[in-house]
Nanobody, 124 residues
Framework: DVQLVESGGGSVATGDSLKLSCEASGGTINEKCLGWFRQAPGREREAVATIYTGDDITDYADSVKGRFTISQDGFKNTVYLQMTSLKPEDTARYYC??????????????????WGQGTQVTVS
């Protein structure tokens, strides 16, 4: 099974930037759909950004468009989430996930199969 490990979270001030990493092992991220999700206390897990690594097609939640960028490095088997202009409402635990083959542009968490343990982002 694929294992995903997120890193790069932390506590930052409003307006700061952070870059999250998600390293995969036990399988390749090539030609896969991966997503970054977040969950704040008392709220449902929501999609932030997704990428299909085959051609770098990306999707973003409206709340992060223009501020967050998802990217991938196939050689490092890693997906990134560059976050800029962070706001307090971005505070959440951030997870990466990989969808099974055959799911077209997955967005909902239920469409993803393998998940990391998450990394906390706190913006104050």
């Amino acid at each position: 099974d694929v294992q995903l490990v997120e890193s790069g979270g932390g506590s930052v001030a409003t307006g700061d930037s952070l870059k999250l990493s998600c390293e995969a092992s036990g399988g390749t991220i090539n030609e896969k759909c991966l997503g970054w999700f977040r969950q704040a206390p008392g709220r449902e897990r929501e999609a932030v950004a997704t990428i299909y690594t085959g051609d770098d097609i990306t999707d973003y939640a409206d709340s992060v468009k223009g501020r967050f960028t998802i990217s991938q490095d196939g050689f490092k088997n890693t997906v990134y989430l560059q976050m800029t202009s962070l706001k307090p409402e971005d505070t959440a635990r951030y997870y990466c996930a990989i969808a099974p083959d055959g799911v077209l542009r997955p967005w909902r968490p239920a469409e993803y199969r393998y998940w990391g343990q998450g990394t906390q982002v706190t913006v104050s």
